[in-house]
């Protein structure tokens, strides 16, 4: 059952990525002087600690989470920035990433292994205002989460399960503002809210640091990036119940290709 929705929600956000797309790409259309898109395709990596509180079922507690223990126990994972932005204004921007962590370890019942997985796609539409010298845009769009803990125990013949998570969408909205501060160089911030209890209860992010345009279409970057999120699910106290406040945070750097 929680399989079937999970793809009934993923099959519902490409849709609505794609139609976010397209919506952009009318509003953009060519003019006489306006007729150019620029893009920037963006892998980067992050090392992120979690931290907060969750629950599975009638199990939960605080978790706290560095970047030593996400790094030793690292299974998968990447991060990956799509942009496009228009000369009318309008763009669009998708950003991907996913996290796939696992441990074992021997008890006094039997062998214990638990595998956490993350990963959290973002879709937003973007317009650029009159900065007066600085780039400053808006934008709106949905953010998409995925979260699976899972813990299983086996015993001899014997193997126990625990597998609990939830996938959901949170409409978000937010202020991107960049300015150049050297001719190399530039000040990036960004921050948005969302979920507003139609996916989550709230969820915000916040993120700056700085770009180094050292090449012509090839930029470096490294930035500090905050996440937080408020969710639950199900009646607390039953065995379906899931709750995830957390803040995951962390430096970041990357490489911008422009095309």
Not at 27 to 51: G, K, M, R, V
Not at 111 to 128: H, K, M, P
Not at 186 to 205: E, H, K, Y
């Amino acid at each position: 059952m929680e399989a079937k929705i999970i793809q009934t929600h993923e099959k519902k956000l490409t849709r609505t990525v794609l139609t976010l797309v397209t919506c952009v790409c009318l509003f953009a259309q060519p003019s006489a002087a306006q007729d150019d898109w620029d893009f920037i395709f963006a892998p980067y990596l992050l090392a992120p600690s979690i931290s907060g509180t969750t629950t599975l079922g009638r199990v939960g507690g605080d978790i706290s989470v560095d970047p030593g223990d996400i790094l030793e126990n690292f299974e998968s994972g990447g991060m990956l920035r799509f942009e496009g932005q228009h000369g009318s204004g309008y763009g669009f921007s998708i950003d991907y990433s996913v996290m796939n962590l696992g441990n074992g370890a021997s008890s006094p019942v039997g062998q214990i292994q638990a595998n956490y997985d993350q990963s959290v796609l973002e879709a937003v539409a973007t317009y650029q205002l009159d900065g007066n010298g600085d780039q400053v845009s808006i934008y709106a769009g949905l953010r998409h989460w995925d979260i699976d803990a899972q813990v299983t125990i086996q015993t001899g013949p014997a193997t126990g399960q625990v597998n609990n998570g939830a996938s959901w969408i949170d409409p978000i909205a937010g202020l991107r503002w960049q300015r150049r501060i050297a001719p190399q160089w530039r000040l990036m911030m960004q921050g948005d809210v969302g979920g507003f209890g139609v996916g989550s209860d709230f969820t915000w992010n916040a993120m700056g640091g700085l770009a180094y345009d050292r090449w012509e279409n090839t930029s470096v970057f490294m930035m500090y990036r905050a996440l937080g999120v408020d969710y639950e699910d199900g009646i607390r106290g039953t065995p379906s119940f899931f709750e995830y406040d957390t803040v995951t945070q962390g430096l970041l750097a990357g490489v911008g290709f422009r095309f």
